[in-house]
C-alpha cells in the first residue's frame, strides 16, 4: 500500500482494532472470548476506506505481530543432555536447533559423532548456574550473551565451550545446523549480542546465535547445515508449507512436491524443494517455512497471517489512534511489554476455551515505530490546551505563539497554515526560519497532515498544489533573502526539492508569513531586511527564550504593535523525566501578562532516566580526547540498543555535537568505534538535512523498513533548531560556566536534550564549574518518577546567568546597532501604523513596576533570583547526609565516572548557599550600588548570605507572570497584596531619545510586551496631536485593565517564589535580616490583611520605609510569625 507502507496484506485478510484506551471486547464467528478486550473485529472495507478519506485513514494505524520464539531449554522436555565427546569420531554438531525434537532426538542418539550442544534441565545438572566472566568477574556470563542475567544461568555456555574445544583438539570437523530453508541466516556477532533480538525466529535460535558468535569471533572454522538434511522428513512430499519464490521476492503457500538433496562446489550438502504453489505454478526453492508452525493456532481465533521477507510468520493489527496522549501511552506498552503481556494472556484464555494452546506472540517494534513517528505527523487532534490556544489565534492578524520546546508550536502553526490554504483558493503563504534542515521537517509535516485530508490516490497531488503556494526561506550566509518554492521529487524514492525563486515583489500581499524560531532570527547581530519588504494579511512568530543563545531580542518596531501574545504551557513531544531533566538548563516558561501562569507541565508518559556518561579528561591531544568521546558514546549507543532490542534506528537516533569543528574532528574516530561494535548493523552517520529530504514512510512509493543500513543523524546541535528525534545523544555541549559562552552553553544542553522524544544520553568530559558539574552530585534512584520531579520548574542559576549577561549586554552598547526608524508602509494589512508606548517610571517610588519585580533603572544589576531554594524539574532531595548527594529518579547517573561535592559547586541547580548563617529577605532595589554588592557577596561559598529577593526582567523571568495563592482558590497573589489597579498601570510613556542606538527602545518594548502594556512614544507630534494619542492609548489602556481583572501588569510570580524562598531559609535556620530606607528603620509596616486596602496602603506610604514591593514582603513576614532583623540601609555592609 503505498500510503500505509508495504503491500503484505492478502485479498481476504481481515482487518483488526487494537483498542488500548477503550478495553472493548473483541469477537470471532460471532461468539465472544473471554472479554479479551484487546481485539474488535472491523468492518470496514477497502472501498468504504476509499469513499471515507482521510477521516477513516488519519486515526487507523496497523502494526505486526509475530511469534515469539522461546529459548529451547524453556520448551524442551526437561532431559538434560552434558553432550557426547567421541574422540575417535570426524565430526562434532556444536550448534543445533532444539525447536526440531525429531532431528534432535535422532541427533543425541546416535554414538557416531560428537556433540558440543548441551542442554541443562534441572538444578543438579546445572540449570540455573551462573559462571563468572573471565573478562569482568564481577558479572557472569549471562551478561555477555544476553546483557541481563538469566533465570536459566549461564553454565551451560562454559560447558559447550569446553566440549567444543576438546573436539578442536581432536581435529574434528566442526558442523551447525540452521532452521529449515535458512542456512546461514540470523548469525549476529558477539559485541551484538546483549543487545539484539535473539529469539527473532530467523535462522538459528537463541543460544544458537550465541554459539556461532562464538565459533565466529574464535575464528572456528565450522559448515553450515540445513536441519532437513538432518531430519529428512521435515517437509514430506504433500505437505503444506511457505516457499520463497526468488523471481517475485515474497513468499508463496503450496505444498511440496519434490524433496531435492545435492553436493555443492564445496562439498557440502544443499537441500532444495519443488513446491506447487496456490496459484497453481511450480517453482524450485532452496527455503522453506512450515506453513502451519506457529501462527496456526493464533489464526484460528483471529483472521489470516502473512510471512515478512525473512521468513517469519506475521498478522497486522489494527489500532485506533484518538490523539498524542494515546500514542505515547501506547508506544510505552509497546516498550515496556505490558501490550504482548495483556495480548499473549488473552490468546491463551481463548484457546484455552478451545481446548488447545498457543505461542507467545511479539510486537515488530520496528515496524511499530515507523508507525509511531508518521503518526505523530498525522494525528490532526489538538489537546484541550492547544484548541483554546488556537481560538485565542484565530481572530489575529500578528500573532507571537511562544511556548518551551516539545508544547507543539510547529504543530499548531502547521494546523493554521493548512487552515488558510484550504480557506483561501489563491494567495501564497511564506514560511521563514533559520535552517534548511527545519525547512525539510516543517514540509515533512505539512505533507503527513495534508496526507490525513484527502483520499491516498489524491495525496501527492494536493501536497503539490500546497507546495505551489508556498514560498520558504532560510538563512544563507547571515542574510534572508532568496526564495525557494518547495516540490515533491521522485527518483527510487520521493523527496523534497527546493526551487529557485525571483525575488519576492514589493506589491504582493501574502495570506500569511510564518516566522519559525524567531528567537534566533530577531537578534541585534542578526540582518533581516528581507522581513521588510514582505507585505502579509496575517503574520505568525514562533520562539522559545529558552532556546536563544542571545542577550537580547530584537523585534522590528513594525512587527511588534499590536500583535498578539498567545503561550502555550503543556508540553505534549517529550516525557516527563525529559521535560524535568531539561528544565535545569531552562530559562522560565513564557506566559501572556493577562494570564495567570502555572508551572510548565508534561501531558507525556514519566519516561525512561536521562542517561549520563561523565569521565575523566586526562591530559589528552585532541586525537585522544575525540577517541575517548568515541568510545563513551559507543557504550551509550550500546545502552540504546539494549534498552530498544529489536529496533531499526534508521532515522531514530541523533548524535549531537557542539560545532562543525567538533564534528569534523570527531566523525572518524566515531565511525571506525561504530564498525568495530556493531559490525553487522551497517551504522551510517548522516546530516539532519540528508535524513529530512526523503518524505515520511507511508509516502513513499514502497518500504525502506526491510533496509539494512541504519542511518544515524550526527550533526550540530545548532542544526537541530526545531526538530525532534526518538532519542538523542548529547555530546560534549558543556563548558566553565562564568565564561562568555555560557547563553550559548545554556542554550545548547537545554535545546540538545529537548530535541528528544523518549530518551535523551549526555555524553561529555569532566569541565570543572561546567553547567554539567552537578551531575556528579547526583545518586540515582530507581523506580517510579517522583512526584517533587515530576512539576518542572525553570532553573533559576540559569536564569542567574542568563539576567547577568543581559546586564553586560545592556551596559555595552556594540559599535554597530541597527536603529530603529518607523516605516512608511503598513505591513500588516488592515493595520493602522502607530508608534509604540511606555510610561516613565518614578525611580524612588516605583509604584508600577516593584522594585522586586521589575528592572527599576538601567544601571541596576538584574539578578532573578539569589537563594538557596533552586530546584528546578529534576530537583532531588538529599539522598544521604555522608555521601552528600542529591537522590533524582530523572538523572541516571550509574555510569558517571566522576563524582562533586554539593558545597563546592559552582553552578547547582538544585540549592545554593546551603551553609549560609543569614539571609537578606527584604532589601530597597533603589540603593543600587549596595544592591549589587549584596549580588555579589551572595554566589557561593560558606560564608556567603543567602538572598531571598526576586527580581523579573522579562517574560522569561516571571515578568508578567501571575502565581496562584493556596489560600484564595483560583486567584492570584494580586488580588491579596495590592489593591485594584487604576488603568494608567497599563500605560507607559516615553519620550524619543533621538541618540538612541535602539538597545534602550528595545528593552521598555520588551517590558510593555512582557506586561500587556501600551507604549507611547512622545517624539515630535503637535500638542493636538499629542493629546489625541494619550487620550486613545488610555482607552486602550483601560480595556487592557479591565481584562486582566484591574491585577498588577507587572504579575505577582516573584512573591511566590520569594515567598518559597524565605520559607527554604527558615527550613534552614538561617537568620532573616530585612533592610529599611535610610533614616526609616520599621516605619511603614502593613498589617498582611490591609495590603488590598487602597486607604490603608496610603496611609503607610506617607512615611515609609520599605518599598512597594517591601511592603506586601515584610507584611507576610509578619502573618507567619518568623523572626527577622531589622536594617537601617546605611547599616549594610
Known sequence: ????????????????????????????????????????????????????????????????????????????????????????????????????????????????????????????????????????????LCHRIYGQSKPWGCYWYKAWKDNVHRARRQKQRLKAVFFAGQVGRGKVSMKDLPTVDLWDGIGLGGSQKAE????????????????????????????????????????????????????????????????????G?????????????????????????????????????????????????????????????????????????????????QVDKTRFFNLYEDSLLALSELTKHQKEKLCEMQ????????????????????????????????????????????????????????????????????????????????EQDGQYSKCYRPEVAETTSRFLELKALRPVEAQEKFALVVVDECHNIFRPDVSYEFMELVRCHRLLLLSDASQSAAALQHYPFYLTYRMKHVNLAEIVRST??????????????????????TVVNSLGTDGLPLKTYIFRKAALRDDQLFMEYAKYVVQAVCHVVQTFAGIHFHRRLAILVPNDLF?????????????QWFPRRHFQLVSFKESLRFLPE??????????????????????????????????????????????KTRAKLYKGITRAQLLAIVVNESIPGGWLEFLGAVKFEHGQLRAEEATPQSSVAAAKMNVEAQRKAQSESPKKQRVEVEPEAVRVEHVEEKTLLETAEDPEEPRKRPAAAVRETDTKSSVLQH??????????????????????????????????????????????????????????????????????????????????????????????QHGLNPETPGECWCQTIYPPLPASTYLNVVEFDPHDDGQQMALKRCDAEAMGQMLLVKKDQSDIEWEFELASALEEAEELCRRNRRRAPWGCMWFDLWRENVAKAVELGQVLHVFYFQDRKAQGKMAWDDLCDEGARQRARRVTGLGASQTAEVAYLDKMGWNYVEHDIMEFE
Open 281 to 361: 505454478e511450480t517453482i524450485d526453492t532452496q527455503y522453506v517455512m512450515d506453513a502451519a508452525m506457529s501462527m496456526q493456532g493464533v489464526l484460528d481465533c483471529l483472521g489470516p497471517s502473512l510471512r515478512l521477507a525473512s521468513g517469519v510468520s506475521e498478522m497486522l493489527v489494527r489500532v485506533q489512534v484518538k490523539d498524542v496522549l494515546a500514542l505515547h501511552a501506547f508506544r510505552d506498552r509497546v516498550l515496556d511489554g505490558t501490550l504482548e503481556d495483556d495480548i499473549n494472556e488473552k490468546l491463551q484464555e481463548a484457546a484455552r476455551l478451545k481446548g488447545s494452546s498457543l505461542p507467545e506472540i
Open 576 to 597: 516527563k523525566r525529559i521535560v524535568s531533566g531539561a528544565a535545569a538548563f531552562q530559562l522560565g516558561q513564557d506566559a501572556q501578562a493577562a494570564d495567570t501562569a
Open 867 to 960: 537563594t538557596e531554594h533552586q530546584q528546578p524539574a529534576g530537583r532531588g532531595r538529599k539522598s544521604d547526609e555522608k555521601d552528600e548527594k542529591i537522590a533524582s529518579s530523572v538523572w541516571d547517573t550509574t555510569s558517571n565516572e566522576v563524582s562533586a561535592r554539593l558545597d563546592e559547586l559552582k553552578l547547582n541547580p538544585f540549592e545554593i548557599n546551603p551553609d549560609a548563617k543569614h539571609c537578606v529577605v527584604s532589601f530597597p532595589l533603589k540603593y543600587s550600588d549596595l544592591w549589587n554588592r549584596l549580588v555579589s557577596s551572595s554566589t557561593g561559598g560558606s560564608g556567603a548570605v543567602s538572598l531571598a529577593e526576586v527580581v523579573a526582567t522579562d517574560r522569561s523571568f516571571g515578568l508578567g
Open 395 to 474: 481572530n489575529a492578524t500578528k500573532i507571537h505563539l511562544a511556548a518551551p520546546a516539545g508544547a507543539g508550536k510547529t504543530f499548531l502553526a502547521i494546523h493554521f497554515l493548512v487552515h488558510i490554504l484550504r480557506k483561501a483558493s489563491s494567495g501564497r503563504v511564506i514560511y521563514i526560519t533559520r535552517s534548511k534542515e527545519l525547512v525539510y521537517h516543517f514540509l515533512q509535516w505539512m505533507t503527513m497532515r495534508l496526507a490525513a485530508l484527502f483520499p491516498r490516490k489524491r495525496i501527492i497531488a494536493k501536497i503539490q498544489d500546497a507546495f505551489r503556494r508556498m514560498i520558504v526561506v532560510y
Open 663 to 675: 564534528l569534523s574532528k570527531f566523525e572518524a574516530h566515531l565511525k571506525h568505534d561504530l564498525s
Open 212 to 279: 556461532l558468535a562464538t565459533a565466529d569471533e574464535e575464528g572456528w572454522e565450522y559448515e553450515e547445515v540445513d536441519v532437513a538434511t538432518v531430519l529428512l522428513g521435515a517437509f514430506p512430499e504433500g505437505a503444506q508449507v511457505d516457499a520463497w519464490c526468488d523471481a517475485d521476492k515474497m513468499w508463496r503457500r503450496g505444498r511440496v512436491a519434490k524433496f531435492k538433496k545435492d553436493v555443492n562446489d564445496k562439498g557440502q550438502e544443499q537441500v532444495s524443494w519443488m513446491v506447487c504453489c496456490e496459484t
Open 698 to 743: 507511508r509516502l513513499q512509493r514502497s518500504s525502506s523498513q526491510d533496509l539494512q543500513e541504519e542511518r544515524l543523524v550526527f550533526d550540530t546541535v545548532d542544526a537541530a533548531d526545531g526538530l525532534e528525534q526518538m532519542i538523542v545523544v548529547c555530546v560534549g555541549l558543556d563548558a566553565p560556566s562564568g565564561g562568555e559562552e555560557d547563553l
Open 1 to 140: 500500500d503505498p500510503i500505509r507502507g508495504p503491500r503484505y496484506k492478502s485479498r481476504d485478510c481481515e482487518d483488526f482494532d487494537l483498542c488500548g484506551v477503550c478495553h472493548e471486547d473483541w469477537t470471532s464467528g460471532g461468539s465472544q472470548l473471554a472479554q479479551a478486550h484487546c481485539f474488535k473485529k472491523m468492518s470496514a472495507m477497502e472501498s468504504e476506506e476509499e469513499q471515507a478519506g482521510a477521516a477513516h485513514w488519519k486515526s487507523t494505524e496497523s502494526f505486526r505481530l509475530t511469534v515469539k520464539e522461546r529459548p529451547a531449554n524453556r520448551s524442551a522436555a526437561k532431559i538434560t543432555y552434558p553432550g557426547y565427546q567421541n574422540d575417535d569420531a570426524d565430526v562434532c554438531w556444536i550448534s543445533f536447533p532444539g525447536k526440531y525434537k525429531g532431528g534432535w532426538d535422532a541427533l543425541t542418539a546416535q554414538t557416531k559423532d560428537s556433540v558440543a550442544c548441551v542442554f541443562l534441565c534441572k538444578p543438579e545438572d546445572g540449570e540455573g548456574r551462573h559462571e563468572p566472566d573471565p573478562d569482568n568477574e564481577a558479572l557472569c
